[in-house]
């Protein structure tokens, strides 16, 4: 049953009403078809227009602006699709202050991220707030329930154009509680799970060390473990050699209880200015191995260990570097004494988080 409340529409010449539908005519024929099943049916060449739009619902609208659809909801907007084809969803009237949640974008390929993101999150905007995809099982029906896995960013700083870390949660039960964080990567590019670390990079690659004591660094704020390795380094004498760390200031030179023995613990070599590497007396040698060195938690005690073979014979040992101030953002190999000079070998390093 179609009921009419107005048969003069203009540039509608005829209405007629039957089957549950309505037709509207104009002098070519059907411009317009509303049917209960079959929904809203516009012809090539009409259009429906007007300030409040179409009202679908109590408080639903769909209204209209040129090249632009917009579905308002309670009289707020919810849904818009631009000229260009881009859908927004969770928008506002002042785009400024109230940015959209999601935007999905008709972008072609581009090299830069900007331009060919295809779906557009607008997250959280304080520090330390949260935003992203939670995902829920197949059959749930409660949206206040809590998501199993979570993938999602974190505003580590607000100001300009904002920092944000990327995390990844998962649930390791069926209960509905809240999943825990498993895997942060962080803004400045490291990784770590919620147990250990799974960035490790670079530092020095097959440096060959020169003069008395060489200084490496770029060495991440981040790191928590370093690793030296050792390809036949010489030197012109029998000097032990010395690894300090450092920070902006310079190298640490105080502060360090360390030893160094041959493999028969005959010989013992200790220092108190780095951790120590017990090298031959007879000059001719070259050491092969690793020293690592990784801090104790959040204290500023970094506790190190190596294993080296000298010539015919082996070096190990171990050492604290007890406390200092600033950051570490550098690694010093040098002569003990400063008067014996490196003359073969590389060093390379590695620094994780």
Request: charged content about 15%.
């Amino acid at each position: 049953m179609a009921i009419i409340r107005q048969n003069s529409i203009s540039g509608i010449s005829s209405i007629t009403a039957q089957n549950n539908a309505v037709e509207f005519f104009d002098s070519s024929g059907v411009k317009l078809f509303i049917s209960g099943t079959d929904g809203i049916q516009v012809a090539t060449g009409a259009f429906i227009s007007g300030t409040d739009g179409i009202q679908v619902a109590t408080g639903a609208t769909i209204s209209g602006t040129t090249n632009t659809i917009t579905a308002l909801t309670n009289g707020v907007e919810r849904l818009s699709v631009d000229s260009d084809g881009k859908m927004i969803l969770g928008t506002a009237t002042n785009l400024g202050s109230v940015p959209p949640k999601l935007t999905i974008v008709n972008n072609t390929n581009s090299n830069t991220f900007s331009e060919c993101q295809l779906l557009r999150l607008n997250g959280p905007s304080g520090v330390g707030e949260r935003g992203g995809i939670g995902f829920h099982y197949a059959q749930s029906s409660d949206y206040g329930e809590k998501p199993s896995a979570f993938i999602g960013n974190e505003t580590v700083d607000a100001g300009g154009g904002q920092k944000s870390d990327l995390i990844f949660a998962t649930r390791g039960a069926i209960t509905d509680t809240e999943p825990s964080e498993r895997l942060r990567i962080y803004s400045d590019g490291h990784g770590k799970f919620n147990n250990g670390a799974i960035t490790r990079v670079l530092v020095v690659d097959d440096d060959t060390p020169s003069g008395t004591s060489q200084t490496y660094t770029s060495i991440p704020s981040w790191a928590t473990k370093i690793t030296i390795l050792f390809d036949q380094v010489s030197t012109t004498g029998g000097s032990e050699l010395l690894v300090q760390l450092g920070t902006s200031g310079g190298a640490i030179t105080s502060n360090y209880d360390s030893s160094s023995s041959n493999s028969s613990g005959t010989t013992l070599e200790t220092s108190t200015a780095g951790f120590v590497l017990y090298v031959s007396s007879g000059g001719t040698s070259v050491l092969m191995g690793k020293m690592e060195i990784q801090r104790a938690g959040t204290s500023n005690k970094w506790i190190s260990s190596h294993v080296m073979k000298n010539s015919g014979n082996t070096r190990d040992g171990a050492g604290v570097l007890t406390t200092y101030s600033g950051t570490i953002d550098r690694v010093v190999v040098t002569t003990e004494g400063g008067s014996n000079t490196f003359d073969g070998g590389d060093i390379t390093i590695y620094a994780e988080a």
